[in-house]
């Protein structure tokens, strides 16, 4: 298993870009969520998805969308890129209980190894 | 809504003291329970996780943590600390009943000293 996946590992945008994150998991978990983490505000929620089709805002979504078409994918888009935007983004996943199968480890996450955005 | 408090945002120790970092979460019901570690330079990992049962859990690399439901608090411990524990902790916490996100503290980062 490559557990999950986050490209680009480093990117650089113009205030106003757009760009899209990708994440990828290959363990069929149903959550799936994105993180920035800022230094002394630790790991605020951006947006999660309990399953395909299925999104949900976390804590500071603004100006940031994502869909999840597939249960091994859930891409984060930036709009239009802002200074305020620059930061270390997660991406994790995990099983989740809604689905009330029994024996698995529900909720523990499985992280990304991140990708540092600069926005100029 | 739910939301986790970690207070100390920056402990420095010197290597073999005793550590306790402290968790407080606030959600009426029945939650899971985590604390993780990130290494500097790296992604976060599981340290430890309560579920059920014993509310003593332990985790890797000799920590511990103990839950006290009627405290809402989390604590996570280690006896003897060494300087490779250097890293940033993070508590966090998810409601079982339902398809909930999971939320994290802010974090406490952790320095030992040589």
């Known amino acids: 298993n490559a557990g999950v996946t986050q490209t680009p590992k480093f990117q650089v945008l113009k205030t106003g870009q757009s760009m899209t994150l990708q994440c990828a998991q290959d363990?069929?978990?149903?959550?799936m969520s994105w993180y920035r983490q800022d230094p002394g505000m630790g790991l605020r929620l951006i947006h999660y998805?309990?399953?395909?089709?299925?999104?949900d805002q976390g804590e500071v979504p603004n100006g940031y969308n994502v869909s999840r078409s597939t249960t091994e994918d859930f891409p984060l888009r930036l709009l239009s890129a802002a200074p305020s935007q620059t930061s270390v983004y997660f991406c994790?996943?995990?099983?989740?209980?809604?689905?009330?199968?029994?024996?698995?480890?529900?909720?523990?996450?499985?992280f990304g190894p991140g990708t540092r955005l600069t926005v100029l | 809504a739910q939301s986790v408090s970690q207070h100390n945002h920056h402990v420095i120790l010197s290597e073999a003291a005793s550590l306790e970092l402290g968790c407080n979460y606030s959600?009426?019901?029945?939650?899971?329970l985590f604390w993780y570690v990130q290494y500097p330079g790296q992604h976060l990992q599981l340290l430890l996780k309560?579920?059920?049962?014993?509310?003593l859990v332990k985790g890797i690399k000799g920590f511990e943590a103990e839950f006290i439901k009627s405290k809402f608090s989390f604590n996570l411990r280690k006896p003897s600390v060494q300087w490779s524990d250097t890293a940033e902790y993070f508590c966090?916490?998810?409601?079982?009943?339902?398809?909930?996100?999971?939320?994290f503290g802010s974090g406490t980062r952790l320095s030992i000293r040589p």
């Open positions: 994790a996943s995990s099983y989740s209980n809604w689905l009330g199968r029994p024996g698995k480890d529900y909720n523990e996450q499985f």
């Open positions: 363990m069929n978990h149903e959550y």
């Open positions: 998805s309990v399953g395909a089709g299925i999104t």
């Open positions: 959600y009426g019901g029945t939650v899971n």
């Open positions: 309560y579920f059920s049962g014993d509310p």
């Open positions: 966090a916490v998810t409601p079982i009943s339902s398809a909930s996100k999971i939320i």
